[in-house]
């Protein structure tokens, strides 16, 4: 809609245009991150990307889109989404969703 070519979009993605095909095809996920960038080249909301989806089979349920974007939509919340994925250790990243798990169970009315 904006007349951006594949490459010109991998390009301020800091991606390849092959990558950007495989994401179009849905060979491979797309990073939360990588996301936000391409709704901020794309001067769209994060939402953007998940518009009718509640609306199709099989789609996301129970506002699975509105609680990503609210998270991706914070400062903390995209670093954690940038951060994450490069915990190389399985078990660590288990501790860190157990710790924020404990974390929201003590704010818990």
Request: aromatic share 8%; no cysteine; net charge negative.
């Amino acid at each position: 809609m904006m007349g951006l070519s594949q490459t010109q979009v991998a390009d301020a993605l800091g991606i390849t245009f092959q990558q950007i095909q495989k994401y179009e095809r849905g060979a491979n996920r797309i990073s939360a991150s990588k996301l936000y960038d391409a709704a901020k080249l794309l001067q769209a909301p994060v939402s953007y990307f998940f518009e009718g989806l509640e609306d199709t089979d099989g789609g996301i349920e129970d506002g699975f889109a509105q609680r990503m974007t609210e998270f991706v939509s914070t400062p903390e919340g995209l670093e954690l989404a940038s951060l994450f994925p490069r915990l190389a250790d399985r078990r660590l990243r288990r501790r860190v969703v157990d710790l924020v798990r404990a974390m929201v169970d003590d704010e818990a009315p």
